[in-house]
């Protein structure tokens, strides 16, 4: 019997990163990943620190671990990672459905590619995380405030 060449299709956590065109398009992929793993993992933390209370165990009461600024500053990268892969993910969305990019075209040379559409829609998509990330940092800034000068 012959022997068949195969290609490694395996290429896991790796082929995110290093397999494929490295444009502006596969950092927002790696990105989007990313925050997606990190909200992920954040959700788990959640649910393991919020099961700790049927043991009456409060970990967020005052003086405690989750009010130390490091943590907060955690809080808010966890924030701006939402506003990022909300906002990435509704981007995403338009392009799959075709609103973004418009109707398929025979590809004719010189070709035309989608991201004369597609960059522009990013760059308004990504101020509006930005606006929500300016609007999310006021809480940041006064709870910040609040715990380095001491007040309640």
């Not at 022997?3 to 790796?14: A, F, W």
């Not at 490295?22 to 954040?42: C, D, K, Q």
């Not at 919020?50 to 009461?61: G, H, K, P, Q």
Request: charge should be positive; proline fraction near 4%.
């Amino acid at each position: 019997m012959e022997k068949v060449n195969r290609y490694d299709n395996r290429l896991g956590i790796l082929g995110w990163a290093f397999k494929g065109r490295w444009g502006f398009e596969r950092y927002l992929y790696i990105l989007h990943r990313l925050t997606g793993l990190g909200i992920l993992l954040y959700f788990l933390m959640h649910i393991f620190v919020t099961s700790f209370r049927a043991m009456n165990i409060y970990l967020w009461a005052p003086d405690n671990f989750f009010h130390h600024p490091l943590f907060r500053f955690g809080e808010y990268l966890v924030f701006l990672a939402f506003a990022f892969h909300a906002f990435n993910g509704l981007r995403l969305i338009f392009v799959e459905l075709g609103f973004a990019v418009g109707k398929p075209i025979e590809p004719v040379y010189p070709y035309k590619t989608s991201l004369t559409k597609q960059r522009p829609l990013f760059i308004v998509m990504m101020v509006f995380a930005a606006i929500l990330a300016i609007l999310g940092s006021y809480e940041f800034v006064i709870s910040l405030g609040k715990m380095v000068g001491g007040g309640q």
